[in-house]
């Protein structure tokens, strides 16, 4: 399996803002849909965002609607997620991944051709 490596986590206050970055070493992560996921102390990996091959389609967890927004540069070989209006709900170790794909649309559940990452921590506390 291939990996992904996130980063851009940290500490900050509510209401602010943060950017992850995903990066590929190794392969083209333009062939792939991407998936943004993150793990809160004590319970299970949620879906957060995903984001199709060609960038054109986009998906978000209810929670995180109109405040995250995915993103890819296929040049780079890179996605990000731009995280504003954070709450300290928020706080998690994020992850990406490739995703499982249904036709042109990307589904929030991790495929098998990546493993999970170290992940990059979130904190949102005053």
């Known amino acids: 399996q291939l990996r992904l490596v996130e980063s851009g986590g940290g500490l900050v206050q509510p209401g602010g803002s943060l950017r992850l970055s995903c990066a590929a070493s190794?392969?083209?992560?333009?062939?792939?849909?991407i998936g943004w996921f993150r793990q809160a102390p004590g319970k299970e990996r949620e879906g957060v965002s995903c984001?199709?091959?060609?960038?054109?389609?986009?998906k978000y967890a209810d929670s995180v609607k109109g405040r995250f927004t995915i993103s890819r540069d296929n040049a780079k070989n890179t996605v990000y997620l731009q995280m504003d209006s954070l709450k300290p709900e928020d706080t998690a170790v994020y992850y990406c991944?490739?995703?499982?794909?249904?036709?042109?649309?990307?589904?929030?559940?991790?495929?098998?051709?990546?493993?999970w990452g170290q992940g990059t921590q979130v904190t949102v506390s005053a």
């Open positions: 190794g392969f083209t992560l333009g062939y792939h849909a």
């Open positions: 991944a490739a995703v499982i794909t249904v036709g042109p649309m990307c589904l929030m559940r991790q495929g098998s051709i990546t493993s």
């Open positions: 984001i199709s091959s060609s960038g054109g389609i986009t």
